[in-house]
């Protein structure tokens, strides 16, 4: 079978959405005989009858209609494309990857986000979640060109963009909240709750593990869930837990003054002199929002 251009595919379209073979030269700027020419090579080739005639009126067949959509979706696709290559030569890169410690707020992420597709619609967007040293092990093996992450590899360079703070809760119904004072000896006797580190080569933070009594999951919700159906204890960003707190499924321990802990984040390039435009855009949205906003919605527990 000949290949059939965009071209006259474009003309089939044109006389579909147009009504009339007259109105669709109009529409493409061409003559009605070469909108004609058009329509007649791509029966030729095709073997497909597009058209028949109703009363006066040329009318899809139902195998034209069939390709009459799936000319639609193909010129849309062209000019996908055809966006694409233009904003990569002003420099908009096709792909950019992105490592997110879970820390960080999810509801302030999916607006950074949104804001650098509505800016640069083309290009793709790769996210990582991560736990503890996940986003700086994808630093360091090259594997993202951003990241966020509760720490600066070596050889890198970071600013700080957010102190998240935790708080220790259980469910109203835990052992724990049957107690005036909790310890951390008291802590020692129940299960901790705690997020898989992602990183390949695990880091262990002691001071965040109280308990040798541990459940490790590796997702923040599941662990939320346990936590609610008094299972254990954990700390959690505060702002995640703010509807658990105002609906008293989950209630503060009454632990010593200092119980209450943060973690700072830092904003992190892989190349902080080479970075291209995209991934310094990126890392500007990141930073203003993050500024403007403060910690919301943060998915963290430690």
């Known amino acids: 079978m000949n290949v059939i251009s965009l071209e006259q595919w474009r003309a089939l379209v044109a006389i579909v959405d147009a009504g009339t073979y007259a109105l669709a030269a109009d529409v493409l700027g061409k003559s009605q005989s070469s909108v004609s020419y058009a329509v007649n090579q791509i029966e030729e080739r095709t073997g497909v009858t597009l058209f028949r005639m109703a009363g006066r009126k040329a009318v899809l067949t139902p195998e034209g209609k ?31 990857r992105l490592a997110i410690d879970i820390m960080f707020p999810p509801a302030l992420l999916l607006d950074a986000i949104g804001r650098f597709a509505a800016e640069r619609p083309t290009t793709r967007l790769e996210i990582y979640e991560t736990v503890v040293a996940g986003s700086s092990q994808l630093l360091a093996q090259g594997q993202v060109d951003l990241a966020i992450a509760p720490d600066v590899p070596d050889g890198f360079l970071g600013e700080p963009i957010m102190r998240v703070q935790f708080l220790p809760v259980a ?4 052992p724990l909240h049957a107690l005036d004072h909790v310890s951390l000896n008291d802590l020692r006797d129940h299960h901790h709750l705690i997020i898989r580190d992602s990183g390949v080569r695990r880091v262990e933070h002691g001071a965040w593990q109280v308990s040798q009594n541990r459940i490790i999951f590796s997702q923040t919700s599941t662990s939320l869930e346990a936590a609610r159906r008094g299972v254990g204890f954990s700390w959690y960003a505060e702002t995640l837990i703010g509807e658990d707190l105002a609906a008293g499924t989950l209630k503060e321990l009454p632990l010593a003054e200092r119980a209450r802990r943060s973690a700072e984040l830092f904003l992190v390039f892989r190349d902080a002199v080479g970075a291209s435009p995209g991934v310094r855009r990126l890392g500007d949205i990141l930073r203003t929002m993050a500024a403007e906003t403060g910690p919301r919605g943060a998915s963290g527990q430690g």
């Open 171 to 174: 469910a109203p119904s835990h």
């Open 66 to 96: 069939a390709l009459y959509q799936r000319a639609r979706h193909l010129l849309a696709e062209a000019g996908r494309i055809e966006k694409a290559a233009a904003e990569m030569a002003v420099g908009h890169e096709a792909e950019l």
